[in-house]
Structures are given as structure tokens and as C-alpha cells.
């Protein structure tokens, strides 16, 4: 054989050379680009989340062990002992939330010393008004007794100015 001809079919058997970028079989520019923008995306969010946490956005920090918030002191309005505690020491609680059960006995002995007060003081009501009814007799019989020595004297003046003895 001659040598063309060797040429020729080693250039014929030779793979063809690889395309000029490297890219996958199947993947379009514009889907290349769309991965790229969201892997961007998603380095950006990941550096955002590594400041955050690294300037301590999940921790709470003070200088002096003390946090601001509105903590409020509870007092009992009414005294009684406790029988349930809804509530811990710094849990939020909502106005008007009841945060403890008092003992009810307390606040029975409490009503019936009320309620025999209340009947101390309508027994001394009643009492007054017999007292008032009892003075307002002794004030008309006061006055009939002044009535009565009245109408004596102005029956007895003419008398004695006759100078006559009765």
C-alpha cells in the first residue's frame, strides 16, 4: 500500500475531536443559565443565614444578665389558699386569665360571717323603727298632755281672776 493510503485510513479510523466548550448532551443555554441563577440564589440566601446566626441573630445577649420585656408582680386581690396554679414564673398570660384556684372555704366563712352581719344590722333597723314608732307616741302623748293642760288653764284663768277657788 502506499503511503496516502495508510494516511487516509488512519485519518478515517481517528475519533472526531471533542466540540469546543464542554457542555452535557441535553442541556440547553437556557437551562445552564436557570441553574446558575438559582445556585446563585441559593449561596446568597446560605451567606445571608451565616451573618445572621454570626451577628447573633437567634441569641439573646446583654451586658448586664437582664432582658427587657413588661414582667408585671401579681398580687392577690382576695386572701385564700391555693389549690391550682395555672400559670409559671415568666410565662405570658393574657389579661383577665385566671392564674390560680383559691380554697373556697375561706370565702365560705368569709359570706357567712357577712351574711350574719347582714342579719345584725336589719335585727338594729328594725329595732330603730320601733324605737321611732315608740317616740313618736311619747311625742303625741306629750302633745294631748299639752292640749289637755291647756284647755285646764283657759278653763281655770277666768276662774281665779273671779278670785274663786276650786
Known amino acids: 500500500m502506499s503511503d496516502n493510503d495508510r494516511n487516509s485510513s488512519s485519518a478515517a479510523a481517528a475519533p472526531p475531536a471533542p466540540p469546543a466548550s ?3 448532551a441535553g442541556w440547553s443555554p437556557a437551562r445552564r443559565r436557570w441553574l446558575q441563577l438559582l445556585a446563585g440564589a441559593v449561596g446568597i440566601a446560605l451567606l445571608a443565614y451565616v451573618a445572621w446566626w454570626y451577628l447573633g441573630g437567634s441569641r439573646e445577649v446583654t451586658d448586664d ?3 427587657a420585656g413588661d414582667q408585671v408582680m401579681i ?14 414564673d415568666t410565662e405570658q398570660v393574657r389579661a383577665g386569665q385566671p392564674l390560680v384556684d383559691l380554697d373556697p372555704a ?5 359570706l357567712a360571717a357577712a351574711a350574719a352581719g347582714l ?11 320601733s324605737e ?8 303625741a302623748e306629750a302633745r294631748t298632755a299639752l292640749a289637755r293642760a291647756r284647755a285646764d288653764l283657759a278653763r281655770r284663768q ?3 281672776a273671779a278670785g274663786a277657788v276650786s
Open 158 to 160: 277666768p276662774v281665779a
Open 75 to 88: 398580687t392577690a386581690r382576695d386572701p385564700g389558699t391555693v389549690i391550682a396554679l395555672h400559670a409559671d
Open 119 to 129: 342579719g345584725q344590722a336589719v335585727r338594729a333597723v328594725r329595732a330603730s323603727y
Open 132 to 139: 321611732v314608732a315608740a317616740a313618736e307616741a311619747a311625742v
Open 106 to 110: 375561706t370565702a365560705d366563712v368569709e
Open 65 to 67: 444578665a437582664y432582658v
Open 22 to 24: 464542554p457542555t452535557r
